[in-house]
């Protein structure tokens, strides 16, 4: 198999894992009101980076979602926003990860990380990856290690992982507090 056809092949796989699994055993969206699907205020919309080769899954788009370029985390990469609300099996793998991140460095093994974007909006995060469900944890990490296993998709992983460490670094070091 050549290498963008494992990269779709593991994104089939990580999708089909996480289509079920939700990171709690009830709807989390009835806790926050679905906080990370309402965008940044009033009228912005909610998204999602897609993984590569992960637009080739909407040949149609569903009603209200949008692709666009987005150079923001990654080159060349697209961005998914949707109006706030959509049907699980439409949901892009970002979401379906949510608020869980791949971190992966170099020839490193990759790592599930709770994502520092999340800790605005997720009542989730204060109880950490202890507090999710285990089957999405263990469905999440199945997931990832498909996606760590297709080369054009680690190296996304390794650049999306490089802006998530920059979040997470202290004020001190990052220039902001001198
Ligand atoms: S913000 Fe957190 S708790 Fe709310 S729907 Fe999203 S993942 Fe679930
Ligand atoms: S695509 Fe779906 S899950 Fe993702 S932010 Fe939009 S409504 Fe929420």
Do not use: H
Not at 6 to 26: D, H, I, T, W, Y
Not at 141 to 150: D, H, I, K, N, S
Request: hydrophobic share 40%.
């Amino acid at each position: 198999m050549n290498t963008p056809d494992l990269a779709f092949e593991a994104l089939k796989k990580a999708r089909a894992l996480l289509e079920v699994s939700a990171p709690l055993n009830l709807d989390c969206g009835r806790l926050c009101g679905a906080a990370c699907c309402q965008g940044e205020g009033p009228g912005s919309r909610g998204g999602m980076l897609l993984f590569p080769g992960e637009e080739a899954m909407y040949p149609q788009l569903p009603e209200g979602f949008v692709i666009t370029p987005d150079n923001g985390i990654v080159p060349d990469g697209r961005l998914l926003t949707c109006a706030g609300t959509c049907r699980r099996e439409d949901r892009p793998l970002g979401c379906r990860l949510f608020p869980l991140a791949i971190v992966l460095e170099g020839n490193g093994e990759p790592e599930l990380a709770l994502d520092p974007r999340a800790w605005p909006i997720c009542p989730l995060m204060p109880s950490g990856m202890a507090g999710l469900s285990a089957d999405f944890v263990s469905a999440a990490t199945e997931a990832m290690r498909a996606l760590a296993g297709a080369n054009e998709t680690r190296a996304f992983l390794i650049r999306q992982a490089a802006f998530i460490r920059r979040l997470q670094r202290p004020l001190w070091e990052s220039g902001a507090v001198s």
